[in-house]
């Protein structure tokens, strides 16, 4: 593995008991994420987006059925830790989280200040009240917030500077992997351009590591160097974002990208008919195959993970085909 890889995931599965079945929310799914770099994670609502960071996390439900793989955090494989070695050493100190519906997630009637200041106090007991509240004026000028808005409750703040507002709790412990599920999905599109600029602030000037979900490909435009492309569970593309947002190569990858409007194009605009299968019992074969328009015999059987050139990696049949043939000649 590379020095500057920061996180490598092998063979990640999280299936969830339901009276049904198991739902395989992640189903063996492997990537690596080089330091100071944005992994965008781009789907449909239930393809597995979240489901891959709580798994990272270790934010494991109650009717959890499996957990099983590798996730090497800087060469240390953190499924090994126990749940009590995690929590203090892990979570929160080299890995953090800004939630969905982070907004909501602020304590109404505590002051930010506090809020802020609560995991450097909670994971290092030597550290004092005043020395926390340092830190979390640090942040809070690193997310362009005025440093007298730590004396205000939730309640006196916009929703954007609620999401700074979490925003700058994720980075005060100095995290290696900030995870942002969905940063910007609740605020209005002026607040979401402003937001994605702090981030890229943040990203200049510290180096932080991101992993972007979202569902909104415009947005990771802004923040990601590379994406990659869940469904139904699965990870069927991962390349720098360059090759993507030009060549995006996966159907339903492709699929997604003309469902976007562009300003300097006039393009007419595609959906994706059907939907998502069940992920209580998925396809045997390609899980898109039922909404492909370029599906052909073999797409009953699983495809397997190809890399073309540049790095590309895609779960496709077409793809597959295409090697076998470049590496026959």
């Not at 299968?277 to 195959?289: D, E, H, K, M």
């Amino acid at each position: 593995m590379s020095n500057n890889v920061l996180l490598d995931v092998r063979n990640l599965k999280l299936y969830f008991k339901t009276s049904k079945g198991p739902v395989q929310a992640v189903d063996n799914v492997s990537f690596q994420l080089e330091r100071g770099k944005t992994l965008a994670v781009v789907g449909e609502s239930g393809c597995g987006k979240t489901s891959l960071t709580k798994a990272i996390l270790r934010l494991l439900p109650r009717n959890l059925e499996r957990f099983e793989g590798e996730i090497l955090l800087d060469g240390q494989d953190i499924m090994k830790l126990s749940d009590e070695q995690f929590r203090k050493e892990i979570r929160w100190v080299k890995l953090a989280m800004v939630p969905q519906a982070a907004m909501n997630s602020l304590n109404p009637v505590i002051k930010i200040e506090d809020q802020i200041a609560e995991p450097l106090l909670v994971h290092d007991r030597t550290m004092t009240k005043k020395q926390a509240i340092a830190k979390a004026t640090e942040a809070f000028k690193l997310v362009g917030l005025p440093v007298d808005f730590l004396q205000r409750y939730p309640f006196e703040l916009s929703g954007g500077m609620r999401q700074r507002a979490t925003i700058a709790m994720a980075l005060v412990t100095d995290p290696e992997l900030v995870i942002l599920d969905e940063p910007s999905s609740a605020l209005d599109l002026l607040t979401q351009a402003n937001l994605m600029n702090v981030l890229k602030k943040i990203k200049n000037e510290i180096h932080t590591t991101f992993i972007l979900i979202t569902h909104d490909i415009g947005t990771a435009s802004e923040l990601a160097d590379e994406v990659a492309v869940m469904y139904a569970g699965e990870m069927v593309e991962r390349c720098d974002a360059a090759h993507f947002y030009t060549n995006a190569r996966h159907p339903y990858s492709r699929k997604l990208m003309a469902s976007v409007p562009t300003l300097r194009e006039d393009k007419e605009l595609e959906f994706i008919p059907g939907q998502p299968p069940s992920l209580i019992n998925p396809p045997s074969g390609c899980r898109f195959a039922a909404r492909c328009e370029k599906k052909f015999g073999k797409c009953s059987e699983k495809p397997r993970n190809v890399e073309l050139e540049g790095g590309q990696r895609v779960q496709c049949w077409l793809y597959d085909e295409m090697e076998e043939e470049r590496h026959a000649q």
